[in-house]
C-alpha cells in the first residue's frame, strides 16, 4: 500500500525559503521507473505541477518556477524534500506530494499542506 | 492560464450521463497519455484514469476516459450525488518539458 504525507511550515514570511517534506511507504525511489512529484494549488484555483524527481536522481522542474526549486531525495529514509526561495503571498497553496508511476501519471497523492505566505 | 482547457463547469441530473473535454496541443495531449483525477471538496486529487482510457483498481466502470487528437474526454454516467466534485485533466508537455494540468471542471448534480 502506497502511502506519501507532507510536512513543513504552515505559515512562512515574505521572502522566506519554504522547505518542505514528503515522507513515503509502500514503494522505493531507488527502484526504476519510479518517480515523486510536488504540485501545489491556491485556494480555489486549478492545480500546478512544480517538480518531479526520479529513481536515477534526473530532476524536472516548472520552467516557471525552476529558479526557485530545488528538489531533493534521501532513498534510504524514503523522504523527497522540495525547497522553494523567496516566498510571497501569491504561493499560498495547499503543496501535494505524488508517486509517479512510470512518467505517466500521479497515481498516489499525499493528503496536502496548506503553506500561508504572511508577514 | 491553463494550457489544458477545460469548461468551468457541467450540470446534470442523477442517473444521467455527463462528459467533460480537456483541449490541447499536439505537445502535450496529441502525443502523450491523459490522465484523469477527481477532487471532492476538501481532499486531495484521486486518480481516475491514466494512459486515456485505463481505470485504477476500484474506479467503477460508470468513469471511462477517451482521447482524439488533441482532445481528451471524461464521461461518467449513472451520475450520482457523491460524484460531485472538481474534474481535471493532466498530460506531459514535451514542448515544456513540464507536466500541465487543465483548469478544473465543477460537476454540478442537479
Known amino acids: 500500500q502506497i502511502t506519501l504525507k507532507e510536512s513543513g511550515p504552515t505559515l512562512v514570511k515574505p521572502t522566506q525559503t519554504l522547505t518542505l517534506t514528503c515522507t513515503f511507504s509502500?514503494?522505493?525511489?531507488?527502484?526504476?521507473?519510479?518517480?515523486v512529484g510536488w504540485i501545489r494549488q491556491p485556494p480555489g484555483k486549478a492545480l500546478e505541477w512544480l517538480a518531479l524527481i526520479y529513481w536515477d536522481d534526473d530532476k524536472r522542474y516548472s520552467p516557471s518556477l525552476k529558479s526557485r526549486l530545488t528538489i531533493t531525495k534521501d532513498t534510504s529514509k524514503n523522504q523527497v524534500v522540495l525547497t522553494m526561495t523567496n516566498m510571497d503571498p501569491v504561493d499560498t497553496a495547499t503543496y501535494y506530494c505524488?508517486?509517479?508511476?512510470?512518467?505517466?501519471?500521479?497515481?498516489?497523492w499525499g493528503q496536502g499542506t496548506l503553506v500561508t505566505v504572511s508577514s | 492560464q491553463s494550457v489544458l482547457t477545460q469548461p468551468p463547469s457541467v450540470s446534470a441530473a442523477p442517473g444521467q450521463k455527463v462528459t467533460i473535454s480537456c483541449s490541447g496541443s499536439?505537445?502535450?495531449?496529441?502525443?502523450?497519455?491523459v490522465s484523469w483525477y477527481q477532487q471532492l471538496p476538501g481532499t486531495a486529487p484521486k486518480l481516475l484514469i491514466y494512459d486515456n482510457n485505463k481505470r485504477p483498481s476500484g474506479i467503477p466502470d460508470r468513469f471511462s476516459g477517451s482521447k482524439s487528437a488533441t482532445s481528451a474526454t471524461l464521461g461518467i454516467t449513472g451520475l450520482q450525488t457523491g460524484d460531485e466534485a472538481d474534474y481535471c485533466c493532466?498530460?506531459?508537455?514535451?514542448?515544456?518539458?513540464?507536466?500541465?494540468f487543465g483548469g478544473g471542471t465543477k460537476l454540478t448534480v442537479l
Open positions: 509502500g514503494f522505493s525511489l531507488s527502484t526504476s521507473g519510479v518517480g
Open positions: 499536439s505537445s502535450n495531449i496529441g502525443n502523450n497519455y
Open positions: 493532466g498530460t506531459w508537455d514535451s514542448s515544456l518539458s513540464a507536466v500541465v
Open positions: 505524488a508517486h509517479r508511476l512510470q512518467f505517466r501519471t500521479f497515481d498516489y
